[in-house]
């Protein structure tokens, strides 16, 4: 099966520019992530962490 795959992906003139793609998305993703993670104020991640603890705005039954 997978002889028969590499040999239709072979036959595809420019193929080999796709995993540089995907590997170039793939980081640019992360590094994005990352740096939001490392620039994101304190308040904020505080603020969000407290969300699903917050029973204030739940109606009691």
């Given at each position: 099966?997978?002889k028969?795959?590499k040999?239709?992906?072979?036959s595809?003139?420019?193929?080999?520019?796709?995993?540089?793609?995907?590997?170039?998305?793939?980081?640019?993703?992360?590094?994005?992530?990352?740096w939001?993670v490392?620039?994101?104020?304190?308040?904020?991640?505080?603020?969000?962490?407290?969300i699903?603890?917050?029973?204030?705005?739940?109606?009691?039954?």
């Amino acid at each position: 099966m997978l002889k028969y795959i590499k040999h239709h992906m072979d036959s595809i003139s420019g193929i080999e520019i796709y995993p540089m793609i995907s590997l170039l998305i793939f980081f640019i993703f992360f590094v994005a992530l990352f740096w939001w993670v490392i620039t994101a104020k304190k308040e904020y991640i505080d603020r969000m962490s407290e969300i699903p603890l917050d029973n204030q705005n739940e109606t009691q039954l």
